[in-house]
């Protein structure tokens, strides 16, 4: 029997982003009685109810529910899962665009390693012309994944392009509400490599995350550089996996240089992001030494 598609996505405000996802991933060159489009709306007034309805006479099913649970977009994700019928359920992002070719690229990559139970594919970036200025040195400070031209187990992948075995899910659980933005799917993915689990790479099966100028302002950069700086340093600890601080202390000082010379504001939020990583690593450090001194 054919392998079936569950693809869900979770979405906010974003109908722009969303509209232009849905219209790919209708014109997918693959079979349509065998995936669907699962929207899981995140806003409390249904916003995107209407985006979703104007794909009512699309080829494949496209499918619309309210996220259950808290807010956030592991809730969603756990609500796409109960909603959707897939074999395999996929997860990507509004802001996504994608190939005709991207599901079958990554139907192809499922059957050539029948034993991996997650899979995840590239994600190259595409920012919309009258942004901050940006030299091109470093990639700008929105996802981005490359482990090379060929298929290969790799530990971790990224939200924004991956798919899980429902069997995997039934086996591991679903994905944790409580976890906050950024590191989010990885958690799943530990849990998974924990339990025997592989992750596999898809180099064929690439997304584009896309950004309109309107969302890339300085103000957004440098707020989305906060949170995740702050976020990534709880899931870090939490793992037992942070990067030393003096290391990421002289990155920020080397991106911070880079900033100022090359007037360069993707790495003064990549500077951002370092600083305020090493500020609550080190926090979280002498918490964490207090509280054993207070044991003792």
Not at 9 to 27: N, S
Not at 230 to 245: L, Q, W
Not at 288 to 295: D, K, P
Request: charged share 25%.
């Amino acid at each position: 029997m054919s392998r079936t598609y569950s693809i869900i996505i979770p979405t906010g405000y974003r109908q722009r982003y969303l509209t232009l996802a849905i219209a790919d991933l209708a014109a997918q060159d693959f079979p349509s009685q065998r995936f669907e489009i699962v929207i899981v709306d995140d806003t409390p007034d249904g916003a995107n109810e209407e985006v979703v309805a104007g794909f009512s006479s699309a080829s494949v099913p496209v499918r619309y529910t309210r996220r259950e649970g808290p807010a956030g977009i592991n809730a969603g994700r756990n609500t796409g899962v109960a909603h959707g019928t897939g074999d395999v359920l996929v997860f990507t992002d509004d802001d996504c665009r994608f190939e005709p070719n991207w599901l079958t690229a990554l139907d192809l990559g499922i059957d050539r390693a029948p034993q991996a139970e997650c899979f995840g594919g590239p994600i190259r970036q595409w920012i919309e012309p009258g942004h901050p200025r940006w030299c091109g040195r470093d990639a700008f400070p929105i996802t981005v994944l490359d482990h090379g031209p060929h298929d290969r187990y790799v530990d971790v992948c990224f939200g924004a392009n991956f798919a899980v075995r429902r069997s995997a899910l039934d086996r591991i659980g679903l994905f944790d509400e409580n976890s906050r933005l950024y590191g989010d799917e990885v958690d799943w993915m530990l849990r998974l490599r924990r339990n025997g689990g592989s992750v596999r790479y898809v180099a064929d099966a690439g997304v584009l995350h896309t950004r309109f100028a309107e969302d890339v302002t300085v103000k957004r950069m440098l707020g989305a550089a906060r949170l995740k700086g702050r976020n990534t340093a709880y899931f870090d600890r939490k793992h037992g996996i942070s990067e030393p601080v003096a290391g990421v202390l002289r990155r920020a000082l080397r991106l911070s240089a880079h900033a100022v010379v090359f007037r360069c504001w993707s790495a003064a939020a990549h500077a951002t992001h370092a600083y305020v990583y090493a500020w609550h690593t080190a926090r979280g450090g002498l918490d964490a030494r207090l509280r054993q001194g207070h044991a003792a």
